[in-house]
């Protein structure tokens, strides 16, 4: 079974300029998790989607960031434009619902796209 | 204010040692804690999850235990490995979160032959 797919693994971009995250999770997660990661620190939730709502964004910096999965299946993070500070790891994550341990199951992350931001 | 703490950003111990990683928090009431692994370049990889009404759980050389009262879970990994060096994280649920994870910062465990 294929993981949770992410590209570009790498992304270097200067401040001010546009910059997309793609992200295919395993076949049959309904819920998908963005997450944003910097060096020495566990990861931070930026959005939740449950198929296609978005229903959790609560932590999104929506001056700047926007995320959407209109199918309920990929989805895409955008920051436009960039700034110094969003240089970090952007994790990717699904889950889905497990009818023995209930709704809080463990996530599949996929291995992440570096921004750095000059 | 809420937090996770793991004890210690890095841990150093020796082969065939019980490496013990703790995991703290304040102003949470948890439905459910998980740890993960993360290797260097690579996402989070689930390791156990372990529910507010459970003591103590077990997979292979794994252990975790989880301590409402406290509010403190320890991570071991008995008869350790150079191939367990990795960083690893805690993670939260909240009740009533929906099933959101907050991790702590992780702990870097490195085993030495």
């Known amino acids: 079974e294929a993981g949770v797919v992410q590209s570009p693994r790498y992304k270097i971009i200067e401040k001010k300029q546009p910059v997309a995250f793609w992200c295919n999770p395993i076949?049959?997660?309904?819920?998908l998790y963005w997450y944003l990661q910097n060096l020495g620190q566990g990861p931070e939730l930026l959005i939740r989607?449950?198929?296609?709502?978005?229903?959790?964004d609560s932590q999104l910096p929506k001056d700047r960031f926007s995320a959407e999965r209109l199918k309920g299946v990929d989805s895409t993070l955008k920051i436009q434009p960039a700034e110094l500070g969003d240089s970090a790891v952007y994790l990717c994550?699904?889950?889905?619902?497990?009818?023995?341990?209930?709704?809080?199951?463990?996530?599949?992350f996929g291995p992440g796209t570096r921004l750095t931001v000059l | 204010s809420q937090k996770i703490e793991q004890n210690s950003e890095a841990l150093n111990i020796q082969e065939g040692k019980t490496a013990t990683l703790t995991c703290n928090y304040t102003?949470?009431?948890?439905?459910?804690l998980q740890w993960y692994r993360q290797d260097p370049g690579r996402g989070p990889v689930f390791l156990l999850l372990?529910?507010?009404?459970?003591k103590e759980k077990r997979k292979e050389r794994l252990k975790v235990t989880f301590d409402t009262t406290l509010k403190q879970s320890l991570f071991h990994i008995t008869a350790s490995q150079p191939a367990d060096s990795a960083t690893y994280l805690c993670?939260?649920?909240?009740?009533?979160?929906?099933?959101?994870?907050?991790f702590g910062k992780g702990t870097k465990l490195s085993v030495k032959p």
């Open positions: 994550a699904s889950s889905s619902p497990n009818l023995t341990s209930g709704r809080y199951n463990e996530q599949f």
């Open positions: 076949s049959g997660h309904n819920t």
């Open positions: 989607y449950e198929n296609e709502e978005a229903v959790d």
């Open positions: 102003n949470y009431s948890p439905a459910y």
């Open positions: 372990i529910r507010e009404n459970e």
């Open positions: 993670a939260l649920v909240k009740g009533g979160s929906q099933g959101n994870l907050i």
